[in-house]
């Protein structure tokens, strides 16, 4: 296995070090570094990292900042010498919290952590696509659904589960939303945000929004925002 990463660390000396420790890690494919979450945000849209060694405190944009301006999020490690972010890391999926200075048994654990999730969403993607007319088998505790893919209006993240809406129903599945999206048919579903991939079928209408974005009003009533740059590929999706 060789996982495409990126360092993402304001201090060079820090990058430097952790490049470092990964010598010892040969599945680990550096590909590029940046020094702050604006160049970090574009090596991440023109190379599709699979992790994201990422620093917490950075001039500008924090890491947090960063993450919520991507929308396909890669595997996460956060790497920082503060510890009183470790609840809102793991609120934002990331697979692990490293104290500078990292240690490289904790560096392994974190590594192995990220391998199991590579290999549990590639097993994903490698299912067949569901089709508008797909059914799909719901269980969230004791009740349990069978529901055709034409049903579910909107599919939402919640950590390392998904919430799953359809009629007057939101049953969670223990699946990332990422997982999900590999399988969605495109011609049904898009992925409007970070958080939320919605049915195309259940827009009601679009209204413009801050800085070049839009609101899909569902036909439910539910408003959701599409940031600029998903709004550039919802235009070149639906346009004629």
Request: aromatic share 10%; net charge negative.
């Amino acid at each position: 296995m060789s996982i495409k990463t990126i360092i993402v660390d304001d201090e060079r000396l820090a990058r430097e070090g952790l490049k470092n420790l990964l010598k010892d890690f040969p599945e680990i494919n550096i590909i590029g570094e940046a020094g702050n979450a604006d160049e970090a945000s574009e090596l991440v849209d023109r190379l599709k990292p699979q992790l994201l060694f990422l620093d917490v405190e950075m001039p500008g944009k924090n890491g947090f900042a960063l993450l919520e301006d991507l929308i396909d999020t890669p595997c996460v490690i956060f790497t920082t010498a503060y510890n009183e972010f470790a609840i809102k890391a793991f609120e934002v999926n990331a697979l692990d919290y490293l104290l500078k200075p990292i240690q490289t048994e904790r560096l392994r654990q974190g590594i192995a952590r990220v391998k199991k999730e590579i290999a549990d969403i590639s097993a994903d993607s490698q299912k067949n696509q569901l089709g508008d007319k797909d059914q799909v088998f719901i269980r969230d505790g004791e009740k349990c659904w069978f529901v055709k893919m034409e049903d579910i209006r909107m599919i939402e993240s919640a950590g390392n589960y998904a919430k799953i809406y359809f009629d007057e129903y939101h049953p969670l599945i223990h699946k990332t939303l990422h997982a999900l999206d590999e399988r969605l048919s495109p011609s049904m579903f898009f992925r409007a945000n970070r958080q939320q991939i919605i049915n195309l079928r259940y827009i009601d209408k679009i209204e413009p929004f801050f800085n070049a974005g839009f609101i899909i009003i569902m036909k439910d009533g539910t408003k959701v925002e599409v940031s600029r740059r998903q709004s550039v590929k919802f235009k070149e999706m639906m346009s004629l």
